[in-house]
């Protein structure tokens, strides 16, 4: 039976009015304090967490852009490209290899 009045006690709240009350609410106090804190932090994390993703899903684009653009400097660069462009306004490759040209000071 006394565990029963000890529940009943409990749940109508007769420990907040008590005499011995104040204990109870220093506690409750700090239980609610540790409560939002808890809750904060895990909103925190939550925030980071979506930020992260969202940054990963960014550096995924930017490296697909930069092979993409890696690509196509390489086949602009090629001897063959350079060649094309280069008779559209009527340019030839010439047929003896470039001197090297050496000034020497004096």
């Known amino acids: 039976m006394m565990m029963k ?3 009943f006690s409990v749940l109508r709240g007769r420990f907040l009015v008590n005499d ?3 204990k ?9 304090g540790l409560a939002l804190v808890m ?8 925030r ?3 930020r992260i993703a ?8 930017l490296r697909s852009e930069f092979v993409d653009l890696r690509a196509r400097l390489m086949k602009i660069k090629m001897e063959s490209a350079v060649v094309k462009k ?3 306004r009527n340019f030839e490759i010439g047929q003896t290899p470039p001197e090297k040209i050496i000034v020497i000071e004096k």
């Open 20 to 22: 011995n009350a104040f």
């Open 39 to 46: 809750i904060a932090s895990s909103h925190s994390a939550d």
């Open 54 to 61: 969202a940054l990963n899903d960014q550096v995924k684009e």
């Open 5 to 7: 009045e000890k529940l």
């Open 24 to 32: 109870n609410w220093k506690m409750i106090f700090f239980l609610s």
């Open 86 to 88: 280069l008779k559209v």
């Open 48 to 50: 980071k967490v979506y």
